[in-house]
């Protein structure tokens, strides 16, 4: 039977050339084989080869949509949106960012954007220029969300927020001896923005240490929030002085000894724009002047076409302190703060424990109150108007801000209906470097937001040098990572009169239609399109949830280890999620002994791998209430000894104890299983030894890295690497698939094996940078090729009832074995590899759009080398063409177009016959069908990046550049050493151009029974 969906002359063959494997020796995990126990509650998936050629426009990848300064007219509005829309973008996130490291003047260190502001943000004709970008985005099918701020890392709008302004906690203080009268005025401070009084007391000082200051004024001298030191004042008796104002002046008997009076009070920091994200008034009040208003002019098209608004990863002022935070710190921790207060002057409590108490619990609260009181009230605002909210909350945000200081990262995903992440992709060498994509799909399947967004390829690395083949990499480990909606960054609106490449945005991967490639720009969106299509359906599989930390945290990262500091770490062929506090304590139960979420994500075991000694009473009981319902839990070496916060204490410790020495037992270091209630805890050991114990064996395993989603019907797998290997699947009873991205094909794997443990095992032979989903979705059959020896693999063409169809591309001897025991040999003769040789003619078509001109290469060559600077410097694409004399055998035999080392990205035509885009490994274009006997035309488009030219620009006086940009060129590097900044003229040339060699390889079909 063939499943092969592809458009014609369009293949690019990734060889996946699969075979069943002789039985390898695998780990015996148990003497008897555990079957897996079906999971219930999955989705039925359903996938289209249809779809998955001609990707539905909701799963198609979205940009960035980044205007300058309000410059865009609805010209320019129209013909980036068609032009997203014809290369398969399905929509977009406008932003208009201002003052946002974009000063014109270039004071900022980045790049200047030499525009005056056309229209002011919000004003109504701006507001007309989004309303008609919302009606063109409807007429073209396309969907899309708005930032609701006027610049990137914070909330802040063109407006006044004035008393709704974010808020600072600060103090003053004086000494006085007791007893005495105190009389002391008490002033609103000229120099604090709107300032408000939040408490005054008197502590009396009972230590040998005193405080200093004796000025008797309680107007001046503001400091922020301190924590006592180690030698710090010690506080006895408090004493609330609210009550003593008379007429403005406090009036006060003090009692025998040392008192310090503090005034406590809070004052608005920051840009006037920016909003108070602690208070949820104030946040209401900012999404009703941005939100409601766009949601006016949107009208039926909020909830359709206008689907989301959203917000970036923080970067703006650090409140600590609003209006009502000692109502939401009663409400979230359980007690009244101002009692405490003298320690945030830098006061100690006699027990120096409730200081480090208070201050977790004071900084946690403004974290909830982040959390709760702006992006949940936003979300909910979003929801009452048919709309969704999205936003970089989690990070990668400053840990030492005290917002995040104690904040869970999980936990602000959760707050959003699509969590969202980011990832830079700044050097090969290292794919991995920026990244958070892991944590924010993480957070994704714990809260149940399936859709994983993700702000992808920023960089600040010299502009327009990235292409599609250099970005493929960073995509599938991201794709690996959990990312299934890729938010591309940035597709700058650079008004049209300005010319080639245009303005830009300081920083990301340039996408718009002044970029070299844009023309072959689908390739790669196609690809993220049916990639994202496949990895949005059914759930995903871990066998693991992991519980660290009430406050999990990580800038950039992999989750390569859940603890740093433990023995105990993820195993390869396995993956897992965190957990936060709130999802273990409200969301996960145990059915049938596995741990589940009430949207069907499920887990096999629970592990317990504290960082820190501490855990909060309520998840502690909850973990011991899912062992008595049949859980299976792992304990790490770190036994909880403490609860956090001030709330019931001692008495939490002393719960938290009790539990803990029921759970946790001495270890000799060597594995202890126990049985309690139901279920049974581990420790003592690492996680082979218990995954071998409870007989799961590895969902993957081969070189590759990996991603699985499964419903209740079919797997899916998506690898990524290179090279070939065996490949072993946690599937059984299910014959596999190869669906590939890149050429859309379909085809069932002829050759594979069912291993003796229950699992089913092919051969991948990826190319570099290569990638494909595995597929199992139908019945094995009772007869089919188990394994393929010979020179090469074969490639499968199709299977027929009774035999399959193959491609040898080698020449040898291949011999066939079937399930049931019978072999086929097969004597394979290809005709010859040919390589198309002789003169080239070339002709360059300049980006700048300067006159083409044209040339012959004798031989294939790296322009960048070349002695003309004209090529030398060339930025644009250049159109090879040659004839080649093919025999009749040839002509007929299947054959791949071999394009060798390619510069950056290609476009074939063979007899002038549309033979599409070649842009990543293997460089080949299947040519069987279309070639003649006799002579054949070629014709391969090649197209580099910018940078070239912008380089040999930077080596010219001004009058003679060809390029028109904001981004400067410049003689050397002396002033501006980072690449974003400028282009040097002693900058390195990138590689450009068609090297090859180009050949043609022949190979032979035949067909090859099962009996």
Known sequence: MKRTIYHPHLKYHLKLFLSGVIL????????????????????????????????????????????????????????DLEEMQKKGIGGFLLFDSRGYWDSYDGRTGHIPVPLHIKYEFMSPEWREMVKYTMQEANRLGLKMSINIANTGGSLRGPWDMKEDGPKQLIWTSTTISGSSKVSIPIENPSDQKYFQDVALMAVKIESKEKPSDKSSDLNTNWKTVSTPSEDAPVAGEMINLAEKIDNGTLQWDAPEGEWQILRFGFHVIGEEGSVDILNTEAVTKYFHLMGSEILKDAGPLAGTTLTHFYNVSWEGGEPDWSVNFENDFKKYRGYDIQQYMPILAGISLKDNKVNERFMRDYLTTISDCFKHNCYETIGELCHAQGMEWHSEDGGPWPREAPMFKEADQLTFWGRNDMAQGEFWCSSTDDLHTKSNVRYTAMAGHIYEHPLIAVEAFTHMGRHWTKYPAYLKPFADVNLIDGANFF??????????????????????????????????????????????????????????????????????????????????????????????????????????????????????????????????????????????????????????????????????????????????????????????????????????????????????????????????????????????????????????????????????????????????????????????????????????????????????????????????????????????????????????????????????????????????????????????????????????????????????????????????????????????????????????????????????????????????????????????TNVRRVPDRSEYKAGHQAFSAKDELMPSGLVGPVTIKFGKEESVALK
């Open 24 to 79: 390898i020796t695998l780990i015996c995990y148990s003497c008897s084989i555990k079957e897996e126990k079906k999971i219930e509650n999955l989705p039925t998936i359903n996938i289209s080869e249809n779809d998955f050629h001609s990707v539905p426009a909701e799963f198609k990848p979205w940009v960035y949509y980044w205007w300058l300064k309000g410059n865009v007219t609805e010209e320019q509005i129209t013909h």
């Open 487 to 964: 938010i591309w960054h940035t597709f700058t609106a650079s008004p049209l009169e300005v010319g080639k490449p245009g303005y830009e945005y300081f920083a990301g991967t340039h996408i718009n239609t002044n970029i070299t490639w844009w023309n072959e720009a689908s390739s790669i969106f196609n690809y993220l399109g049916r990639c994202q299509y496949m990895l949005r359906k059914g759930n995903f599989v871990a066998d693991v949830c992991c519980y660290v930390s009430d406050k999990n945290y990580v800038r950039w990262g992999r989750g390569e280890k859940w603890n740093p500091n433990s023995s105990l770490a993820p195993v390869k062929g396995f993956t897992y999620d965190l957990l936060s506090s709130e999802v273990l304590v409200n969301r996960l139960s145990v059915k049938d002994g596995r741990l589940v979420l009430p949207d069907g994500m499920s887990y096999k075991m629970l592990v317990i791998d504290l960082v820190e000694p501490e855990i909060p009473v309520p998840v502690l009981k909850k973990i011991d209430k899912l062992i008595n319902e049949g859980a299976t839990i792992v304990l790490g070496e770190t036994k909880p000894q403490n609860a956090p916060g001030i709330y019931n204490y001692p008495e939490s410790d002393k719960e938290i104890s009790n539990i803990a020495n029921k759970l946790w037992t001495q270890t000799s270091g060597q594995m202890q299983v126990r049985k309690m209630g139901k279920g049974k805890v581990y420790s003592g050991t690492n996680m082979e030894e218990i995954l071998k114990d409870n007989q799961i064996l590895p969902d993957f395993e081969g070189p590759f890295e990996y991603i699985h989603r499964a419903g209740d019907n079919l797997d899916i797998y998506f690898v990524s690497g290179e090279g070939k290997a065996e490949c072993t699947f946690r599937v059984n009873n299910k014959k596999p698939e190869i669906w590939n991205p890149l050429s859309t094909e379909v085809t069932e794997v002829a050759s594979y094996k069912s291993t003796d443990d229950g699992r089913t095992s092919i051969v991948l032979n990826l190319p570099k940078n290569g990638s494909a989903f595995v597929v199992f979705r139908e019945e094995t059959e009772k007869n089919h090729f188990v394994s393929i020896e010979g020179p090469e693999y074969p490639e499968t063409k199709e299977n027929k009832e009774g035999s399959s169809q193959f491609v040898f591309w080698k020449n040898g001897d291949y011999n066939f074995t079937t399930a049931d025991g019978n072999t086929k040999k097969i004597a394979a003769t290809v005709p010859p590899t040919s390589e198309i040789t002789g003169t080239w003619n070339v002709t360059f078509h300049p980006a700048t759009e300067a006159l083409p001109f044209e040339t012959e290469f004798s031989q294939l060559t790296l322009w960048n080398e070349n002695a003309d600077a004209s090529i030398k410097y060339f930025s644009g694409t250049a159109a090879y063409t040659n004839a080649f004399t093919l025999t009749a055998e040839q002509a007929g035999s299947p054959a791949i177009l071999q394009l060798g080392e390619v510069h950056d990205i290609a476009h074939v035509w063979i007899n002038e016959k549309d033979m599409g885009i070649v842009w990543t490994a293997p460089w080949s274009v299947d040519l069987t069908g279309v070639l003649n006997e006799g002579q054949n035309q070629i014709k391969i488009e090649v197209t580099n990046c910018w940078a070239n030219r912008l380089i040999g620009d930077a080596g010219l006086p001004e009058s003679q550049w060809t390029t028109k």
